[in-house]
């Protein structure tokens, strides 16, 4: 089992930006694809974007395709995902996993987008 440590949420405005950081505990995180997730109030959590191991591929949910981007830095087990023109709707928990989602759920990251 990986532990995950997000961090880097808080309160946004509308078109506002964040940048996301997710920290593994042990360095298989390199071999894993990983994935952000997020859950908002009395939804299921749902995939936001995952890329593989190497960095060589990406995918994003539709609802947030040209506003965020997710990368990583395997020398430091850490997962970033930053995210532009931020809407309220991006209103969620945010949490890290690999792509099956195989770990324990770290406690997330708080992410509130209001004006």
């Known amino acids: 089992q990986v532990q995950f440590v997000e961090s880097g949420g808080g309160l946004a405005q509308p078109g506002g930006s964040l940048r996301l950081s997710c920290v593994a505990s042990?360095?298989?995180?390199?071999?894993?694809?990983m994935a952000w997730y997020r859950q908002a109030p009395g939804k299921q959590r749902e995939l936001v974007a995952f890329?593989?191991?190497?960095?060589?591929?990406?995918y994003y949910a539709d609802s947030v395709k040209g506003r965020f981007t997710i990368s990583r830095d395997n020398a430091k087990n850490t997962l970033i995902l930053q995210m532009n023109s931020l809407k309220p709707e991006d209103t969620a928990v945010y949490f890290c996993?690999?792509?099956?989602?195989?770990?324990?759920w770290g406690q997330g990251t708080q992410v509130t987008v209001s004006s």
């Open positions: 996993n690999n792509d099956i989602a195989s770990n324990a």
């Open positions: 890329i593989t191991g190497s960095s060589s591929t990406s």
């Open positions: 042990r360095s298989i995180f390199s071999i894993y694809t």
